[in-house]
């Protein structure tokens, strides 16, 4: 089963007219063969999308390859897919790195036909290719060293000539190759020779006179390109630097060959758009070593007409810290991209990714038949999150109309082949790193460094240490999750997702509430921090132990400055509640909210009030926190009824502090507003716009 994708919000990328980033810099509209001006018709940028996991770095790519192919020349490849991983069966790893394998899945994607015109030859990096892997044919395996060898000679098949006759030229260049590792000679010079005889002698074009000569400009090669290839083996073959010096000029192969095919009246007739070069996951080998040399040829003069478009998760590799910032709406009608000339970096152009809005999950969502109220659930709890939207949007469509906490454990089937799995399994395996699920699913619920490392000794393997917490942490960040203090986890969607992964660990919730009651101890009440003392409050409420939170804020309420104490409120009540629980934080047969119920004041009469307090305040405190607790929670729709009585629970006590009068009627008219349009709960002081993260721990 497909699940149901379009590009809501992404229109900056792909738009016509007026025409998007991409139809810019390829010259072509998307979907169509008519032209459209270039914009950078010189240098181009060598354009980086960034964003997290979730963000639809991919489904961009894949959009923009559907749109442009059998238009233009146009490849994509995924850097984390398996086959750059590790050489092939039987392949030497001297022999073979993510690079050389990723510039032949790209030549061979390159060099299909398109409307208008034949096949791309790519005769330098064929050349390239072959002495690179020549140096591995040590075996007498003459068929896989005949397929090996075959598969890149193909490269060179431009179909300009004689149905088949390039095909059947490779086959014979490989069998010769192949003949040659099997016997006593030295078969890496007689496969260089080879192949740059089949070149100059199989073709008299004065092109491919040129491709035969190319590499004899190799650095100390001497004029000779048959020396230029036994030192780019040699160099690819040692590794480290050297290898990456060869790469370097594997890369320049490709982009001359590519450089080939435009030149000249007739190819420039003939194709109409610049060819397209797509890279996902760009963070990952062999992604750094496709855009460094690139970046770097281009700042040095070696000018290409190839769009790069790739795809980075996070923010920018050290590598990129002085490329041009942009978010996807700032490049809708210009880049504005100007590179600096002693910075090799500043030729990327690095486009963030920003939410969907709630105007675009509407669109989505409502494209199946669910409650009015849903999209706007949706928007709020994932942020704006494609996949999210995306899979809560698969998700009510398999399992019908319900909330979002049943939407998230309920299964969802992504493919035919494959039996479903609950939704929020689904997601975490795409917005986490999957091999930090277990750690990240309890440290969610950590605040800081300090608090992190207390659960990981308490729940977590020996092996897992302060280090690993901070390295994790660091990992997050990296990856374009947001740092908030007082979080852990930054992203609210993300910590809910695992809070909910870590609620449902066992069927008693007892990994959830050893977590919980290792950060009660953790901020233990002895400590007189009003900070640790909201962070203590709040893991009792998650465990649903509420009378310490309403006797806490209703102590504090005439003591503390009342902009801390609406932050102390609006932090305690933000701890996560997924089901309703019994004193021992056991679920209750019925799934019902009691939250709402003790906002509205319906059960006040049966609430025991303290002898020594003042019962108006008490009952009001605590119908104020399971107000403000029900309408922050990301999987519960607000209720207007409990906004109404939020509004009037803190004009009331704006009535009983005149020194604070004014914040907490400022609240009052705030917090009901915010609550409705799903927004963080803000503390009127003109400054704080965290929903949650409440400084340092």
Not at 185 to 196: D, H, K, Q, R
Not at 203 to 232: C, E, I, K
Not at 385 to 396: D, K, M, Q, R
């Amino acid at each position: 089963m497909r699940v149901h994708r379009r590009l809501h919000g992404r229109g900056a990328l792909f738009d016509t007219d007026p025409a998007g980033l991409a139809p810019r810099l390829v010259g072509l509209r998307p979907h169509q063969h008519r032209t459209t001006p270039v914009e950078h018709p010189q240098e181009l940028p060598f354009v980086v999308l960034t964003g997290a996991r979730g963000t639809g770095k991919s489904a961009l790519l894949a959009e923009l390859r559907e749109a442009y192919q059998g238009h233009t020349p146009v490849a994509l490849v995924d850097c984390e897919a398996a086959e750059f991983a590790a050489p092939p069966a039987g392949r030497d790893a001297e022999a073979w790195s993510p690079v050389s394998q990723a510039l032949l899945v790209i030549a061979e994607q390159l060099a299909q036909p398109v409307t208008g015109a034949g096949r791309i030859a790519f005769p330098r990096l064929m050349s390239g290719l072959v002495a690179v892997a020549a140096a591995g044919w040590r075996d007498a395996d003459s068929e896989r060293i005949r397929r090996e060898v075959e598969r890149i000679l193909l490269l060179n098949e431009s179909g300009s000539w004689i149905a088949g006759f390039a095909g059947r030229w490779a086959g014979r260049v490989a069998a010769n190759v192949a003949a040659a590792a099997t016997g006593t000679g030295p078969l890496l010079s007689s496969a260089i020779e080879a192949t740059l005889e089949s070149i100059s002698d199989s073709f008299v074009h004065r092109r491919q006179q040129r491709a035969a000569t190319w590499w004899r400009d190799y650095p100390n090669a001497s004029r000779n390109a048959r020396r230029g290839l036994m030192l780019l083996s040699g160099h690819f073959r040692a590794g480290g630097t050297s290898r990456e010096h060869a790469e370097r000029h594997l890369v320049r192969a490709l982009l001359a060959d590519l450089t080939d095919a435009y030149t000249g009246v007739l190819p420039r007739m003939q194709r109409l758009g610049r060819p397209l070069v797509l890279v996902d996951n760009a963070q990952c080998a062999p992604g750094p070593g496709l855009t460094d040399p690139v970046l770097r040829d281009r700042s040095e003069g070696l000018a290409d007409q190839v769009v790069f478009i790739t795809a980075l998760r996070g923010t920018g590799r050290p590598a990129l810290r002085n490329a041009v910032r942009h978010t996807l709406p700032e490049v809708a009608r210009r880049t504005d991209w100007r590179p600096d000339p002693a910075s090799p970096s500043s030729r990327a152009l690095l486009v963030s990714l920003p939410p969907l809005t709630a105007d675009d999950t509407l669109h989505i969502v409502d494209e199946h038949q669910v409650p009015p109220r849903l999209p706007h659930a949706v928007h709020r709890l994932t942020g704006g999150n494609p996949l999210g939207i995306t899979l809560l949007t698969e998700s009510a469509a398999q399992n019908g109309t319900a909330s979002l906490g049943e939407l998230l454990t309920a299964d969802v089937q992504l493919h035919e082949e494959r039996d479903g799995r609950p939704t929020y399994v689904e997601l975490l395996d795409r917005l986490v790193p999957t091999d930090r699920l277990e750690e990240l699913t309890v440290l969610a619920a950590a605040h800081d460094h300090d608090s992190a490392t207390a659960l990981a000794e308490a729940l977590l393997p020996d092996d897992f240490g302060p280090a690993d917490v901070r390295a994790l942490q660091t990992r997050l960040v990296e990856e374009g999750l947001p740092e908030v203090p007082g979080r852990f986890v930054g992203d609210p969607f993300v910590r809910t997702l695992l809070l909910l992964r870590l609620h449902h660990r066992s069927a008693d919730h007892g990994r959830w509430r050893a977590a919980h009651e290792t950060l009660i101890a953790h901020y233990a009440p002895t400590d007189p921090d009003e900070h640790h003392a909201r962070y203590r409050l709040h893991h009792e409420l998650a465990l649903g132990s509420t009378e310490p939170a309403v006797a806490h804020l209703r102590d504090t309420f005439t003591v503390l400055d009342t902009r801390t104490w609406l932050r102390t409120l609006r932090f305690v009540a933000s701890a996560p509640y997924f089901h309703a629980h019994d004193a021992e934080g056991h679920d209750f047969a019925a799934r019902d909210d009691r939250r709402a119920a003790i906002a509205l004041g319906h059960t006040d009469a049966a609430e025991r009030v303290p002898d020594d307090v003042d019962p108006g305040l008490h009952l009001r405190t605590r119908r104020l926190l399971h107000a403000v607790w029900q309408l922050t929670d990301p999987l519960a729709l607000p209720d207007p009824k409990v906004c109404d009585r939020l509004r009037f629970e803190l004009e009331q006590l704006s009535n009983l502090r005149p020194a604070g009068n004014a914040l907490l009627w400022r609240a009052s008219r705030d917090w009901p507003e915010d609550a409705l349009a799903g927004r963080p709960l803000r503390v009127p002081d003109g400054t704080d716009e965290s929903d949650d993260g409440e400084g340092e721990a």
